[in-house]
C-alpha cells in the first residue's frame, strides 16, 4: 500500500505561495536521494517512527517503506499530528505485510539491503557503501530486525558503541545509520545534482505548493 506525502489541498499554488517558499522547496527536492531509502520492520510506536521519518527528510530520504507483518500498523493519521513540522507529509510512504513482497520490490528496482543486527557476520555501518543504491532496514524496539529479513539481506551491519549498554533506541539507530549515508554522499557531491528526473521534480513542487 502507497500512502503519498499528501495533505488535504488548502486552495494553495505554485502561483500563490511566495517565492521564497518556492525556491525552499525546489532546493529540498533537488537534493532528494532516491537511491536511498529506509525500511522499518515491525516499529509499533507512533513516537518512534515520527523521530525515523524526520530524520529521513532531514537527510533527503524520498521514500520510506512500513513493513509490518507481527505488529499492527500503527494509526499513520496519528503521527506528527502536534508537530506542525511533520515529516509525513513530505515523505512517500511504502506499507508492506511480507517481508519477501518488501525486499522482492525493493530488488527489483536495484536496491542492495542491509539489516542492522549484532551478528556474527555483523559488519559495521562505516564499512557499506552508502553511496550505492542501498535500503537500509531497522526492527522492532524489543527484538530488533527478524531473522527473516536478516537471512534475506544483502548483508548485516552493527553501529560500533564504546559503553555499556548493547543498542540504542531504534529512533537513534536510524538517525544514525542515515546521517553516516548523508557523510558518505556528500563527500562524493550526490546532492549537489538533482537525482530525480525533472517532470517528477516539477510534480512534487505542485504538490508540495498545496500542503
Known amino acids: 500500500m502507497h500512502i503519498p506525502g499528501t495533505l488535504k489541498k488548502r486552495g494553495r499554488s505554485l502561483e500563490t505561495i511566495s517565492e521564497r517558499r518556492k525556491q525552499r522547496f525546489q532546493q529540498v527536492i533537488d537534493r532528494r536521494q532516491p537511491t536511498l531509502t529506509l525500511v522499518i520492520e515491525n516499529v509499533w510506536d507512533p513516537h518512534n517512527v515520527s523521530a525515523i521519518l524526520r530524520s529521513a527528510d532531514a537527510i533527503g530520504i524520498h521514500s520510506v517503506h512500513l513493513l509490518y507483518h507481527v505488529e499492527a500498523a500503527p494509526n499513520f493519521r496519528a503521527i506528527g499530528r502536534k ?3 511533520s515529516a509525513k507529509k513530505w515523505l512517500d510512504l511504502h ?3 511480507s517481508v519477501a513482497d518488501c525486499f522482492a520490490e525493493l530488488r527489483a528496482a536495484g536496491f542492495r539491503i542491509y539489516s542492522s543486527h549484532l551478528k556474527k557476520q555483523s559488519v ?3 564499512a557499506i557503501d552508502a553511496t550505492e543504491k542501498v535500503a537500509f532496514v531497522l526492527g522492532n524496539e524489543h527484538r530488533g530486525v527478524s531473522e527473516e529479513a536478516c537471512a534475506l539481506s544483502d548483508g548485516i551491519y552493527f553501529i560500533p558503541m564504546m559503553g555499556m549498554v548493547e543498542s540504542l533506541n531504534v529512533s537513534v539507530a536510524a538517525a544514525v545509520t542515515l546521517y553516516e549515508a ?3 554522499r556528500a563527500a562524493k557531491g550526490m546532492y549537489d545534482t538533482p537525482q530525480l528526473p525533472e517532470a517528477m521534480r ?3 513542487l505542485e504538490d ?4
Do not use: I, N
Open 83 to 85: 508537530s506542525s513540522a
Open 95 to 97: 506499507v508492506h505485510h
Open 124 to 126: 559495521p555501518l562505516h
Open 182 to 184: 548523508l557523510r558518505q
Open 202 to 204: 516539477r510534480a512534487m
Open 208 to 211: 508540495w505548493a498545496g500542503k
